[in-house]
């Protein structure tokens, strides 16, 4: 996939878009897809990050799932923290980065 339109723009998921489906589909999913606009936006370093928080979602994903299993309220209490957390550290930041520097050009 070319990143660049014809028309000059930039071609990338929207950060909150991904974020408010990482509600339902999980926060590994946001995680994902931010990494991905990362590499677009050409920004290494935060595209390491974000897959670290990709591997990091997927585990607390798979082991919430797991509690769940054994105590529903515990479960989705993990799921659910995972998901904030990671928004308000990382994910909002892409959300930042891409109104500064693309406004609506993408």
């Known amino acids: 996939m070319n990143p660049v339109t014809s028309d000059g723009s930039i071609t990338i ?3 909150v878009a ?3 489906w990482s509600i339902i589909l999980s926060p590994a999913f946001g995680t994902y897809i931010h990494s991905l606009n990362w590499k677009i936006l050409n920004e290494p370093q935060k595209e390491k990050s ?3 928080w990709f591997y990091v979602s997927s585990i607390i994903t798979i082991l919430s799932s797991l509690i769940v ?3 529903i309220g515990f479960g989705y209490l ?3 923290l995972n998901l904030v957390i990671w928004y308000f550290i990382e994910g909002k930041l ?3 980065y891409v109104n500064e ?3 609506t050009s993408y």
């Open 13 to 15: 998921w929207n950060p």
């Open 18 to 20: 991904a974020a408010l």
């Open 50 to 52: 974000a897959k670290v």
């Open 69 to 71: 299993v054994f105590n």
């Open 78 to 80: 993990v799921y659910l």
């Open 94 to 96: 892409q959300k930042l």
């Open 101 to 103: 520097k693309l406004g």
